[in-house]
């Protein structure tokens, strides 16, 4: 079992000096990977329909992922930078795969490049890409992104993408793996037939259920599920009661890591109260690790 830390955007602020402050601190305390959300674009709730069912609102902080680790790319050596995820479909793939590619490089080969769909379509919107198509345009995405990342001449031609004898350079110097993240069915099955991990977003039995729908796709697809990595989010302000039989269930699934998160959140039950500052985001990572290891 390996433990990763998420950036609690939703609750860091602007100040740089912060970010350097959590981000060396988690170093500190052995975690191997940093894991951040994404949003572009924030939404009022209210009046809408259909409804947006997401938990984060117009007034939830969200630092720019890829510009984010590349700023904490420069501060470290060795986490791992993880998008747990991007919201690929509203973004153009070419430039995606480009500026992945030049944060590989220059992290020396720490990027893991999680993605998803999203729920908030006025985010797709506000970014004149397309909601309800989102999923298929995504798995060619990954397809087309792949096939850049390896030649510097490429002649793509896709339902949703052309590249004409086109590319990008530098490359990097691998193959950048991609995870999927989410609890549908749907992500779960596309990320036996084509990812190189998945990102559960939070725990509970219903994500353990999709765990078993991953390893039976796993399995039909001729892949091996004690190589293929998963890494399930614990949000912490549940506390430790709920979540106790829940790591106890992950370990006993051998899932490949605990990803621990301090963000409040609207949507989970229990105190949702924000923890703003740096040395309580910090002391609640410490004893939750511990905790955690102890089980």
Do not use: C
Request: hydrophobic share 45%; net charge negative.
């Amino acid at each position: 079992m390996r433990y990763g830390a998420v950036f609690p955007t939703t609750e860091m602020g602007k100040d740089p000096g912060a970010i350097r402050a959590w981000v060396a601190a988690v170093e500190d305390l052995g975690f191997e990977r940093i894991v951040t959300y994404d949003h572009v674009v924030g939404a009022v709730h209210a009046d809408r329909d259909p409804k947006l069912w997401g938990p984060y609102t117009e007034q939830d902080e969200f630092h720019e992922p890829l510009v984010l680790f590349s700023y904490i790319a420069a501060i470290t050596t060795d986490i791992e930078l993880v998008t747990g995820v991007l919201i690929l479909p509203q973004r153009q793939a070419v430039l995606v795969a480009k500026q992945a590619a030049d944060l590989d490089l220059l992290s020396g080969g720490r990027l893991v490049l999680g993605v998803g769909t999203g729920w908030n379509y006025v985010e797709y919107e506000a970014l004149n890409t397309e909601f309800r198509n989102r999923a298929k345009r995504m798995e060619e995405q990954v397809e087309l992104m792949r096939q850049l990342w390896t030649s510097p001449v490429n002649d793509f031609s896709g339902k949703y993408h052309r590249v004409d004898r086109g590319g990008i350079v530098p490359l990097p110097n691998r193959q950048i793996p991609v995870w999927f993240g989410g609890s549908a069915e749907a992500s779960v099955r596309r990320a036996a037939r084509m990812g190189d991990g998945y990102i559960f977003g939070n725990t509970g039995e219903r994500i353990q259920s999709a765990l078993v729908i991953l390893r039976e796709e796993l399995a039909l697809q001729g892949r091996d599920a004690a190589s293929f990595p998963t890494d399930a989010v614990l949000h912490l302000q549940r506390g430790e009661e709920l979540l106790s039989p829940e790591v106890a269930a992950w370990k006993a699934s051998g899932t490949t890591w605990l990803s621990l998160s301090t963000m409040a959140n609207r949507m989970l039950a229990g105190d949702t109260t924000p923890v703003n500052k740096v040395d309580a985001q910090i002391a609640m990572l410490d004893n939750a690790m511990k905790w955690v290891k102890a089980l």
